[in-house]
């Protein structure tokens, strides 16, 4: 368990970092939404580019693993998608919500943990799970939030208006100019490789001090809607964290033991990789698409919080 808290106390450290800087007013009421920009624009897909355009694709194909945890992360977002569709919310929403409980933070927990568990050999099964969740999962969500802000525009100029906003989204784009590059085998000049790595490496950062300041300001609004006749809020992002922790790694621990013959040591990656928290991805897009963010600063908080437990009891049975 401590080897589990000293890899999660930073990112509460970072969250508190924000929260203590609101609300001391050391930074102001637009704090969270421009640094948030700032790591939508620049920072993530500074690291989205530079991850892509330096992977070994031949070093990645491991068929087994990847389906294991592309099927389980997509079933995961489109059983949450369904569930929060049917409830009433609006697609937009509904995406966001669902990519809550499939986004798990391997860039920040994903990467310590399972090198303080396996060692080097962690690294590539990381890495494959952090390209399906910037590359597929995020993507889904990006596609369907458009589609929903599309609803009530004629089918050609939505289709139009949709493929326009998702290929000129700075989260889509730099993957795949990074897979582009990556294809041509072109080499970067070191100079841009180290301007990549020093914006790259202030997206986790920012978004999880963006985040501290976000919940800062929405508690008022919060208390507000308590006394006003309650809000569902934190028992949606309860729910959320109970999927994102205990029902995802579930699903693909059933896939990896029972419907692929996997490898144990890879199949034991891929459960534990499930079963990260949430990342700051579903917040920064419920922000930069200005939708309701609470449930997912919330979700963000919580199973970051609840990990320390459900990863600690996971890690004695992978022992």
């Not at 994903?110 to 799970?129: E, K, M, N, W």
């Not at 897979?179 to 970067?188: N, Q, R, Y």
């Amino acid at each position: 368990m401590l080897g589990t808290f000293s890899i999660l106390l930073p990112i509460f450290g970072l969250i508190v970092a924000g929260f203590v800087s609101r609300k001391t007013k050391v930074l102001g009421a637009t704090a969270a939404s421009e640094l948030n920009r700032f790591v939508v624009w620049l920072a993530l897909p500074a690291l989205l580019f530079d991850i892509m355009a330096n992977s070994h694709w031949s070093e990645l194909y491991l068929p087994n693993f990847i389906s294991v945890y592309l099927i389980g992360s997509v079933m995961t977002f489109l059983l949450v998608l369904l569930w929060r569709f049917k409830q009433g919310r609006p697609l937009a929403d509904a995406s966001i919500d669902s990519v809550s409980a499939a986004y798990s933070n391997t860039a920040y927990v994903g990467f310590p943990l399972l090198f303080l568990v396996f060692g080097a050999s962690g690294q590539v099964p990381t890495t494959i799970a952090s390209i399906i969740v910037v590359s597929v999962v995020f993507a889904m969500a990006i596609i369907l939030i458009e589609v929903g802000l599309q609803a009530e525009v004629a089918l050609h100029l939505k289709v139009k208006n949709v493929l326009k906003a998702v290929f000129l989204n700075p989260l889509i784009l730099s993957p795949i100019a990074g897979v582009a590059v990556a294809a041509m085998s072109i080499h970067l000049p070191q100079g841009v490789e180290t301007f990549l790595k020093l914006l790259g490496s202030a997206a986790s950062p920012a978004a999880l001090v963006s985040l501290g300041l976000f919940l800062a300001d929405s508690m008022a609004a919060q208390a507000a809607a308590k006394n006003g006749g309650g809000s569902s809020s934190s028992k949606t992002a309860w729910t959320l964290t109970f999927i994102k922790l205990i029902i995802q790694p579930l699903l693909v621990a059933w896939l990896a033991l029972y419907v692929f013959d996997m490898n144990h040591q890879l199949a034991m990656m891929a459960i534990l990789l499930a079963a990260l928290p949430t990342g700051t991805g579903p917040f920064m897009l419920a922000e930069y698409y200005r939708r309701e963010a609470v449930v997912t600063a919330q979700t963000v908080l919580f199973s970051t919080a609840v990990s320390l437990l459900t990863l600690s009891v996971l890690l004695a049975f992978i022992k």
